[in-house]
Nanobody
Framework: QVQLAESGGGLVQAGGSVRLSCVAS????????MGWFRQAPGKEREIVAA????????YYADSVKARFTIFRDNAKNTVYLQMNSLKPEDTAVYYC????????????????????WGQGTQVTVSS
């Protein structure tokens, strides 16, 4: 079992920055691809970014490219999401998730591919 705990959310003004952290316990994350998802009220959960187990492969949703950066520190069992130039439409609950994969290059985008989920952290961007 992997337990994931997100932190770093809060209220931020448009144009501001926030860094989310996701700390894992129970097992090392070094063989898991990691993803950040978000869900706004009334909308489906969507992928924001994902990263392979050694950090060489990444994926970003078009809506966050050039604004968000996903990175990880396997020694700390932690994955991060640096969010810059935030917009009101980025307001959502952000979840991290772990995907047990067999290749360092594998990065998947569908929520059903992920095995473990955190409880989520709210990010609210005011205009």
């Amino acid at each position: 079992q992997v337990q994931l705990a997100e932190s770093g959310g809060g209220l931020v003004q448009a144009g501001g920055s926030v860094r989310l952290s996701c700390v894992a316990s129970g097992r090392t994350l070094s063989l898991y691809a990691m993803g950040w998802f978000r869900q706004a009220p009334g909308k489906e959960r969507e992928i924001v970014a994902a990263i392979g187990w050694n950090g060489d492969s990444t994926y970003y949703a078009d809506s966050v490219k050039a604004r968000f950066t996903i990175f990880r520190d396997n020694a700390k069992n932690t994955v991060y999401l640096q969010m810059n130039s935030l917009k009101p439409e980025d307001t959502a609950v952000y979840y991290c998730a772990a995907d047990r994969v067999t290749s360092s290059r594998t990065v998947r985008t569908g929520p059903s591919s992920y095995d473990y989920w955190g409880q989520g952290t709210q990010v609210t961007v005011s205009s």
